[in-house]
C-alpha cells in the first residue's frame, strides 16, 4: 500500500519461526521499520518507510490479531488506529 505523500507499508508472510515473538516486536533495519511476530502456521513481517513508527505499531497490532483469527475487531483497536491517526502526522519526512 502507498500513500500519496510516499508511505509505504506491506505485509511478508513466511514459513513459522520459532526465533520470532508471538506479539509484533521491533526490527528496524536498513531504513526499514519492520514489526515482525510469528502465529501459528506462519510468520509476518510489517514493513513500513516514510509512516511514523506509533501508527505502524498500530497497524502491526491489528494485523496481528487479525492474522490469530480472534473474532472480531475490537473497539479498543479501532479506536487506538484513529487516535494515532489524529494526533500524529501518517507519514514522516
Not at 510489517?46 to 509512516?51: A, D, S, Y
Amino acid at each position: 500500500m502507498s500513500a500519496r505523500n510516499g508511505c509505504r507499508v506491506g505485509l511478508w508472510i513466511a514459513p513459522a519461526d520459532a526465533a520470532l515473538p508471538a506479539e509484533p516486536a521491533m526490527r528496524d533495519r536498513d531504513g526499514l521499520a519492520i514489526r515482525a511476530w510469528r502465529g501459528e502456521h506462519a510468520s509476518y513481517a510489517l514493513l513500513g518507510r516514510g509512516i511514523d513508527a506509533v501508527r505502524l505499531d498500530g497497524i502491526a497490532a491489528l494485523v496481528a490479531r487479525i492474522t490469530r483469527d480472534e473474532p472480531g475487531v475490537p473497539r479498543e483497536q479501532v479506536a487506538a488506529l484513529a487516535e494515532a491517526r489524529s494526533v500524529r502526522p501518517a507519514c514522516i519526512g
